[in-house]
């Protein structure tokens, strides 16, 4: 197993491993290697749905996505189709977030499996990390923000599918109140705090405006997304991609249409309550 470091901020690339048929021994090497490195990339892989799912299940229970917004594998329910084709454009996720922070316990983890992409270098997604945001601020910021917490809510995801006709049209009723979280989590297995806001589901801290919070937040969220705190991967076929969502954003870069397929079979790893 080689591992090589991808950017001075977060990314690994893995090889010599097939996700299909691991040991006791390498996944374990693959765990330690994702707490010290947060994204995670395995080249030319060829994992079935089935091997996809155990594989996940080495860091949290698999679980459906919380928005079951578009199609599952057949007999795999945990296993989410993410597709672009004519005719049925692909979900655009052009902006900095954590998967479904507003949800009582956000997903720890998630990973995609890359079938097809579009040529020319499109569809490439950005990874932040939120471990060293929260490291480069300020001390006296830093002693501020632990202790407070953020209201995070569904409801832009849901503002935002009203103007596409593709799987993500969300049913209202399924948008739940606005959510608390601390402003700077503790990640339940590395002990590392961490930034935990984002863009776009956090609409203000506890008990300011958000007015009073956007000044606060437009700090957290430059500190973030800096040029030398982000990995941006270029997508292959076949390449396995996990993140860890309790410490790094991402933002999918939407610059293709429906006329350049594009198919990544995702599944989800459960967390839990953020502290």
């Given at each position: 197993?080689?591992?090589?470091?991808?950017s001075?901020?977060?990314?690994a690339?893995i090889t010599?491993?097939?996700?299909?048929n691991?040991?006791?021994?390498?996944?374990?090497?693959?765990?330690?290697a994702f707490?010290e490195?947060?994204?995670?990339?395995f080249p030319?892989?060829?994992?079935?749905?089935?091997?996809?799912?155990?594989?996940?299940?080495?860091?949290g229970?698999?679980?459906?996505?919380p928005?079951k917004t578009?199609?599952?594998?057949?007999?795999?329910?945990h296993?989410l189709?993410i597709?672009?084709?004519?005719?049925?454009p692909?979900?655009?996720n052009d902006?900095?977030?954590?998967?479904?922070?507003?949800?009582?316990?956000p997903?720890?983890?998630?990973?995609?499996?890359?079938?097809k992409?579009?040529?020319d270098?499109?569809?490439d997604?950005?990874?932040?990390?939120?471990?060293k945001?929260?490291?480069?601020?300020?001390?006296?910021?830093?002693?501020?923000l632990?202790?407070?917490?953020?209201?995070?809510?569904g409801?832009?995801?849901?503002?935002?599918?009203?103007?596409?006709?593709?799987a993500r049209?969300?049913n209202?009723?399924?948008?739940?109140?606005?959510?608390?979280?601390?402003?700077?989590r503790?990640?339940?297995?590395?002990?590392?705090?961490?930034?935990?806001?984002n863009?776009?589901f956090?609409i203000?801290l506890e008990?300011?405006?958000?007015?009073?919070s956007?000044?606060?937040?437009?700090v957290?969220?430059?500190?973030a997304?800096?040029h030398?705190?982000i990995?941006?991967?270029?997508?292959?076929?076949?390449?396995?991609?996990?993140?860890?969502n309790?410490?790094?954003?991402h933002?999918?870069?939407?610059?293709?249409?429906?006329?350049?397929?594009?198919k990544l079979?995702?599944?989800?790893?459960?967390?839990?309550?953020?502290?």
């Amino acid at each position: 197993m080689q591992i090589t470091p991808l950017s001075g901020a977060l990314g690994a690339e893995i090889t010599g491993v097939d996700l299909a048929n691991l040991d006791a021994a390498t996944g374990a090497a693959i765990k330690d290697a994702f707490h010290e490195h947060l994204v995670l990339v395995f080249p030319d892989q060829d994992v079935p749905p089935a091997a996809q799912v155990s594989f996940t299940e080495l860091f949290g229970p698999v679980e459906p996505h919380p928005l079951k917004t578009r199609a599952t594998v057949d007999g795999f329910p945990h296993v989410l189709i993410i597709e672009n084709k004519p005719g049925k454009p692909g979900a655009p996720n052009d902006y900095w977030h954590s998967d479904i922070s507003h949800a009582e316990m956000p997903p720890a983890v998630s990973v995609l499996h890359a079938l097809k992409i579009p040529g020319d270098g499109r569809g490439d997604t950005m990874f932040c990390n939120m471990v060293k945001a929260f490291d480069g601020l300020s001390e006296t910021l830093r002693d501020t923000l632990t202790g407070m917490r953020a209201l995070h809510s569904g409801q832009a995801t849901y503002k935002r599918s009203l103007g596409h006709s593709d799987a993500r049209r969300i049913n209202p009723d399924e948008v739940k109140p606005p959510r608390a979280h601390p402003v700077v989590r503790t990640h339940p297995e590395t002990g590392r705090a961490a930034l935990f806001v984002n863009p776009h589901f956090t609409i203000s801290l506890e008990d300011m405006t958000a007015e009073e919070s956007k000044p606060v937040l437009d700090v957290l969220y430059a500190a973030a997304t800096k040029h030398e705190n982000i990995y941006r991967h270029k997508w292959r076929v076949g390449d396995v991609l996990m993140w860890d969502n309790r410490a790094a954003m991402h933002y999918a870069c939407y610059d293709y249409d429906d006329t350049m397929p594009r198919k990544l079979h995702r599944t989800t790893a459960g967390g839990d309550v953020p502290v």
